[in-house]
């Protein structure tokens, strides 16, 4: 999928990369080299990628964290990390850096974990981004849901819309197609950690707005009184 979109960011340079972002590509990029060139990419997917029946039966409790960083083929990365960068540097602009961090390793780990628990017989390892980046795609339709994209460059649509898409794909890609290479479920898996995540938060925020609005009529009214 290819797509642009017009940028509200802070920072009004087209190609900035913010610290958190540039941080989680250089360690990917470094690491896929790593892989590459060592010979040991079997073995090390089979350590530290996520093998669901190792996660849940045999303690490889570091798999749904490190499997993120773990890409197959050079295509993998690009996409992931060129996906990464366009709806994730808004965002963390937005939300600062530390936040950005604690949500991506969130929605990337909980995609991991919630992948392990569909697929708790696979001994086959699942790697890549994918599942934080796709939690990335849903937290910029929640606060950009009317941004314009251009998907494949020429066909213009909300970012909503195209979120709602990518969303009803990766479910029904994770039902038809079982033996596909793509990990379809870790997809939708990122975003629903991502909405879950978001949404507590945000109810948390609100619970706290109203008891400090209640704080205040308290203490207004024993003020008149």
């Not at 540039?22 to 089979?46: A, H």
């Not at 060129?82 to 939300?95: A, H, N």
């Not at 994770?174 to 997809?187: A, C, P």
């Not at 629903?192 to 209640?214: A, E, Q």
Request: aromatic residues 16%.
């Amino acid at each position: 999928m290819r797509s642009q979109y017009t940028s509200g960011a802070v920072n009004s340079s087209q190609f900035f990369i913010p610290q958190a972002i540039k941080t989680i590509i250089i360690i990917n990029v470094i690491i896929y080299i790593f892989l590459e060139i060592s010979g040991l990419k079997s073995e090390i997917f089979r350590m530290f990628g996520l093998i669901p029946s190792q996660t849940l039966f045999e303690a490889a409790i570091w798999q749904p964290f490190t499997y993120m960083f773990l890409h197959d083929g050079f295509f993998h990365i690009l996409l992931n990390m060129i996906f990464l960068w366009m709806f994730g540097k808004d965002i963390e602009q937005y939300w600062g850096k530390i936040a950005f961090y604690k949500y991506y390793f969130i929605t990337g780990t909980g995609s991991g974990l919630l992948n392990a628990v569909f697929h708790y017989k696979s001994a086959i390892p699942v790697v890549g981004a994918s599942g934080a980046v796709f939690g990335i795609l849903l937290a910029f339709a929640m606060l950009y849901p009317n941004r314009t994209v251009l998907l494949y460059g020429l066909v213009p649509m909300k970012v909503k819309h195209l979120v709602i898409g990518l969303a009803v794909i990766a479910l029904v890609s994770s039902i038809i197609m079982k033996d596909s290479r793509i990990s379809h479920l870790t997809h939708l898996s990122g975003m629903i950690t991502g909405w879950v995540y978001l949404n507590i938060n945000w109810l948390t925020k609100k619970k706290d707005k109203t008891k400090l609005y209640s704080f205040n009529q308290n203490k207004q009214n024993k003020i008149n009184n």
